[in-house]
């Protein structure tokens, strides 16, 4: 991996593109909310994936991840006419927590290897999203 003064460059571009998400996000999601966990970006140490998709009500909850890896994931849903269910697990492992997204928004989620989500709300409604999965060293 290039090395910039000492830092990874990866690790600044991801600093610059959480602060871009974090301050511009709301603004190109209005209405909507943006929240995040506090995360230590010296923890990053690989970009992993991305992805979208599309959360039907009555369909079963996506599995995004599910292998006990510690993981910073960054969720947008940038459509959404139901709510979003987050099912994920503490950064230590220990507890199971659920996030309720009640429309369009970014937020970030630092977990311990479990990331599913599930629309919720009326018959036919939908989300649709986008992540981005950053690797947290051990």
């Given amino acids: 991996m290039m090395r910039a003064n000492g830092k990874s460059l990866a690790v600044n571009i991801l600093r610059a ?3 871009l998400v974090l301050v511009y ?3 190109m999601l ?3 909310e943006v929240a995040a966990q506090e995360i230590n970006f010296d923890q990053i ?3 992993e994936s991305l992805g979208t998709g599309t959360l039907r009500v009555g369909e079963p909850p996506k599995t995004i991840i599910d292998d006990g890896e510690r993981r910073v994931v960054i969720l947008t849903i940038w459509n959404a006419d139901a709510e979003t269910k987050v099912y ?3 950064p230590d492992g220990n ?3 659920t996030t309720i997204i009640p429309g369009k928004g970014i937020q970030t989620f630092q977990t311990a290897g479990a990331f599913k989500l599930e629309a919720v709300g009326e ?3 939908e989300v649709n999203y986008g992540y981005v999965l950053l690797g947290l060293r051990k």
Avoid: K, Y
Wanted: proline residues 10%; charged residues 30%; without cysteine.
């Fill in 45 to 47: 140490d690989r970009f």
């Fill in 25 to 27: 996000g709301n603004t």
């Fill in 17 to 19: 593109l959480a602060v």
């Fill in 95 to 97: 507890d199971a927590r």
């Fill in 88 to 90: 994920w697990r503490s």
């Fill in 123 to 125: 018959p036919s409604r």
């Fill in 30 to 32: 209005a209405p909507g």
